[in-house]
């Protein structure tokens, strides 16, 4: 983990120890699952804990995980809500496959919590309008996390504007959002498979077979243009991520509409 106004002075100490975790392991990659003992929480699976020690790990496997959290993830400024966040952004970190870490990594992206969405860019709602494929009168006041395409950066925000209440509130799926902005930030390091023949091909013969409830249910990957292929894609890569893992589903609902594109991104991570 780095803090970013030193992040630039520590990068050259993160890579030294993702170089030496390695070197010890004699360069052999250690598939990413969850440490033993480690716990993540997030409010789509029905704000459980779930616990991980009945997985298996080595010590130099953990020494790795911590490496790669290490090298990816970037506090972008402390706040007193940042320490309930980061642990489920890590635990989401040390859950993505060595082909998507390896992706992240060799492109220098940067996982960065971020107070506000609003905070790290003030000029998304001008720029955009709006979150893609969110109802109309949504903001980025309202989004947990976004992949900003400027910077090459997942986003993940400590809070939220609430649309039931207007309020500010604490980011209840950091380790779900995870999962997804580091799928839409492998699509961009992989050179955009969402957009590719296969992918393309799968979601086209995925959407034909949509029922009216999954449309109404899943506006957001049955949209138009890249949108709907990308989201699907980056929901994907998370659900196969936990899968891997021998974890549930984040978007189960997802996965059954779309299980072509699933097929896809699991030979991807694979």
């Not at 990816?72 to 998507?100: C, F, G, M, N, W």
């Not at 986003?155 to 995870?178: C, M, Y």
Request: charged share 25%; proline share 6%.
């Amino acid at each position: 983990m780095i803090v970013e106004k030193s992040h630039r002075e520590r990068a050259q100490v993160n890579s030294r120890l993702i170089g030496a975790t390695l070197a010890s392991l004699g360069a052999v990659w250690v598939s990413v699952f969850p440490v033993a003992g480690d716990t993540y929480r997030d409010s789509t699976y029905g704000g459980a804990v779930r616990d991980s020690r009945d997985v298996r790990d080595t010590r130099d496997a953990r020494d790795v995980k911590n490496a790669v959290v290490a090298q990816l993830l970037v506090i972008y400024r402390q706040s007193p809500d940042t320490d309930a966040i980061r642990p489920q952004v890590e635990h989401a970190l040390k859950l993505l496959p060595d082909k998507v870490t390896q992706a992240l990594i060799s492109k220098g992206i940067k996982v960065r919590i971020v107070p506000t969405l609003l905070d790290y860019d003030p000029t998304l709602n001008a720029a955009h309008g709006g979150p893609r494929g969110w109802a109309e009168g949504s903001t980025f006041d309202n989004v947990g996390g976004l992949f900003h395409i400027k910077t090459t950066s997942p986003l993940i925000a400590e809070r939220v504007v609430s649309q039931k209440t207007g309020k500010s509130e604490l980011n209840d799926r950091p380790f779900r959002t995870t999962l997804h902005e580091s799928g839409h930030a492998f699509d961009y390091c992989s050179d955009y498979p969402s957009r590719g023949e296969e992918f393309r091909a799968a979601y086209e013969d995925d959407s034909s077979r949509l029922t009216e409830t999954q449309r109404t249910r899943l506006p957001t990957f049955a949209q138009s243009g890249n949108g709907g292929p990308s989201e699907v894609f980056a929901t994907s890569v998370g659900n196969e991520s936990l899968k891997l893992a021998g974890l549930p589903e984040m978007r189960p609902d997802v996965a059954s509409a779309f299980p072509r594109c699933a097929r896809v991104v699991q030979r991807l991570i694979r």
